[in-house]
C-alpha cells in the first residue's frame, strides 16, 4: 500500500498563489505517475496536472496551462504544486493521486486539501 498525506491548502485571495505539498510513503516502489486531482461543489473530480516518474513529463489541464506547476521529488517521494494567479473557478478540494499505470485512473489517494479562493 502507499499513503499520501496532503498539505498546504488554505484560503487566499483572488491572485495570489498557494503551493501544496504530498507526502508518500509504504510502498511507493509501485508509483509510476503521480498527479492532483480537484473537485468543486456539484462538480466531478478532475485531474489538474501529472509528472512521470522516469523524465518527470508532465501534462496540465487546460485550466491550470500556465498558473499551475508540478514537480516531484523522487528523492523525497515528495510531490508539489505551486499554484499562481488563483482564480475563484481553482476553489475545490485538491487530491494527491498515485498510479503504478497512467495517472488518468490512480490506485492510491489522499485525503485531500482545500483551497479557497476568494475576491
Known amino acids: 500500500q502507499v499513503q499520501l498525506v496532503e498539505s498546504g491548502g488554505g484560503l487566499v485571495q483572488a491572485g495570489g498563489s498557494l503551493r501544496l505539498s504530498c507526502a508518500a510513503s509504504?510502498?511507493?516502489?509501485?508509483?509510476?505517475?503521480m498527479g492532483w486531482y480537484r473537485q468543486a461543489p456539484g462538480k466531478e473530480r478532475e485531474l489538474v496536472a501529472g509528472?512521470?516518474?522516469?523524465?518527470?513529463?508532465?501534462n496540465y489541464a487546460d485550466s491550470a496551462k500556465g498558473r499551475f506547476t508540478i514537480w516531484r521529488d523522487n528523492a523525497k517521494n515528495a510531490l508539489y504544486l505551486q499554484m499562481n494567479r488563483l482564480k475563484i473557478d481553482d476553489t475545490a478540494m485538491y487530491y494527491c493521486?498515485?498510479?503504478?499505470?497512467?495517472?488518468?485512473?490512480?490506485?492510491?489517494w489522499g485525503q485531500g486539501t482545500q483551497v479557497t479562493v476568494s475576491l
Open positions: 509528472i512521470s516518474r522516469h523524465f518527470s513529463t508532465t
Open positions: 509504504g510502498s511507493t516502489f509501485r508509483v509510476n505517475n
Open positions: 493521486a498515485a498510479s503504478a499505470g497512467v495517472i488518468a485512473a490512480p490506485d492510491y
